[in-house]
């Protein structure tokens, strides 16, 4: 009888053992790490890194933030496809790095959608068209009438080559008849210190990152490329409203080398929810300007592949 018990018990523990990803249940049992594919001080290391202490908090692990910019957030982006899919190498996922760059880059190594699983929508943010005071501007049709008048001499600068900034100034010299000189950086967060430095006399940018400077009168927006003006700034116009046919939202989300166990994905995506239904961090998301629709992980995934479609002819059209 003694032999009988042990032999069963054996047998259930090899099964138990043999299992695939009960463990799995355990997630985080280390630290996580957050990819962003910009250098500190963009929207998307400002949103990282406010989720990253509400997840740390929950879930008892720290997620770490890792910066890792260049060529339009394609490093982040294949460093994140090469990663074990194990839940512990996640990334701030936005539009540069899955809907931009594999248009403007053919060659870029990665699938946007098939190498990736799209886990959790964020929300999405607008871009602006910020001057400094040097430049003596207060109005859209102020600045528009400069570059007209000195084709080439005003500068601009994006947070890189292929960027969404980069995209859409390319748009807006295209509809407005206007020639300014590009001077791309390696994310916001530098281009802005040359923006404040009078480096750069205009940015094309991202709005939440730039609000602080706009509340102390040394950033002047002239327009936003929001379909609608946005709380933040509400007496800004858009583009729209000024007869230019310019919408671009760039939007954010988690995203995790294809592969994920599923376990893994709903603890994650719903940790995420949790925190960005909290108090604080929907007043932040207010104070930023980023707009939250939720979305199930399916409608993220397949909102990803759409906007593919969207951004491909205006990236065609602005490199040619």
């Not at 080439?152 to 292929?162: C, F, L, P, R, T």
């Not at 925190?275 to 980023?290: E, I, K, Y």
């Amino acid at each position: 009888m003694l032999r009988r018990t042990l032999l069963t018990t054996a047998i259930a523990t090899l099964a138990v053992g043999a299992l695939p990803a009960v463990a799995q249940t355990d997630w985080p049992e280390r630290p996580v790490r957050i990819i962003v594919s910009f250098p500190p001080g963009g929207s998307s290391d400002l949103v990282a890194r406010l989720l990253s202490e509400k997840l740390s908090a929950s879930l008892g692990q720290q997620f770490v933030v890792e910066n890792k910019p260049g060529a339009a957030g394609t490093v982040a982006a294949s460093a994140l496809q090469q990663a074990e899919p194990d839940g512990y190498t996640l990334m701030l996922s936005n539009l540069t790095p899955f809907n931009v760059a594999p248009i403007r880059f053919p060659d870029t190594p990665y699938d946007p959608i098939a190498d990736f699983d799209h886990i959790t929508y964020i929300g999405t943010v607008h871009l602006g068209l910020f001057a400094g005071p040097s430049v003596g501007v207060t109005t859209l049709a102020e600045v528009i009438d400069l570059a007209k008048a000195d084709p080439g001499k005003y500068e601009y600068g994006s947070s890189g080559v292929g960027s969404w900034g980069h995209i859409i100034a390319e748009q807006f010299q295209d509809e407005t008849g206007t020639e300014l000189f590009h001077i791309p950086y390696k994310g916001s967060g530098p281009m802005r210190l040359d923006f404040m430095g009078g480096v750069v006399p205009m940015i094309f940018d991202a709005v939440p990152q730039n609000l602080p400077a706009v509340e102390e009168g040394t950033a002047i927006p002239l327009a936003v490329s929001a379909r609608e003006r946005i709380a933040s700034l509400p007496d800004v116009p858009t583009f729209t409203e000024a007869g230019f046919d310019i919408v671009a939202e760039n939007w954010l989300g988690v995203s995790a080398p294809a592969g994920v166990p599923d376990d893994i994905k709903a603890k994650l995506d719903t940790a995420l929810t949790e925190a960005m239904q909290s108090a604080d961090v929907m007043a932040q998301f207010d104070t930023w300007g980023l707009i939250r629709e939720p979305k199930s992980s399916k409608d993220f995934a397949e909102y990803v592949a759409a906007q593919l479609s969207t951004w491909t002819p205006l990236v065609e059209a602005a490199t040619q």
